[in-house]
């Protein structure tokens, strides 16, 4: 079954740090895969979106790689604010999964305190 | 970018009342419309496809008299809670699917979800 695990589940940092969320997916085959921002009450916002050939993409501070050997990503948040404080949702594609091609993962739920 | 908006944003209702959520694409046309629920701390999950000018195909456990889903036009979807229950109560997303215009890369833009209190 494909899965998408994220960590850590929630994560509290400072306001300037930086942080880095983890992904785990064993889908397959893998078309492209994809961070959200969810914030509370509000429906996902997309951050990034990669295919399997790229290894690196950026969007302001926010920056996310992609190990396709290892089916693993990141997303790396620098210089963090308090308007970061939200959920981030890896979502992977996969073309023969579901009706909507997409596996969710449970979100990293990430607080910046001041 | 592309927008999908929902409407109403929340809403609050009487067990045994029957409540209508609209989601529109208001930039692009939207072949596919997908809705989702989701529960507190919980992930996206996916209740429903919505095509337009054809029946709506449900996932399992979703029982589709209870959710009816509508795909009107190529820019509006709804989703009918009938006899609504405490137990609907719940985070209701709609997405789009539109044809990237970068590489044919199929894009969902979500949107921005209704909130469903049942009393």
């Known amino acids: 079954k494909n899965q998408v695990e994220q960590s850590p589940q929630s994560l509290i940092i400072l306001e300037g740090k930086n942080c880095t969320l983890q992904c785990n997916y064993t889908v397959s085959p893998f078309s492209n895969l994809r961070w959200y921002k969810q914030d509370t009450g509000r429906g996902p916002v997309s951050l990034t979106i990669m295919t399997f050939s790229e290894n690196t993409k950026s969007n302001g501070r926010y920056t996310a790689t992609l190990d396709a050997d290892t089916k693993q990503s990141s997303l790396h948040i620098t210089a963090s604010q308090l308007s970061d404080s939200a959920s981030y949702i890896c979502v992977v594609s996969d073309p023969g999964g579901g009706a909507d091609g997409l596996t969710f993962g449970k979100g990293t739920h990430l607080i910046i305190q001041p | 970018g592309a927008v999908v908006s929902q409407h109403p944003s929340w809403v609050i209702c009487k067990s045994g009342t029957s409540v209508k959520i609209e989601c529109r694409s208001l930039d692009f046309q939207a072949t596919t419309m997908f809705w989702y629920r989701q529960f507190p701390k919980q992930s996206l999950m996916l209740m429903a496809t919505s095509n337009e000018g054809s029946k709506a195909t449900y996932e399992q456990g979703v029982e589709k008299d209870k959710f009816l889903i509508n795909h009107a036009s190529l820019t509006l979807s709804t989703l009918t809670v009938t006899s609504a229950h405490p137990e609907d109560s719940s985070f209701y997303i709609c997405?789009?699917?539109?044809?990237?215009?970068?590489?044919?890369?199929?894009?969902?833009?979500f949107g921005p979800g209704t909130r469903l209190t049942v009393l």
């Open positions: 997405s789009a699917r539109s044809a990237g215009r970068a590489g044919n890369l199929d894009t969902q833009y």
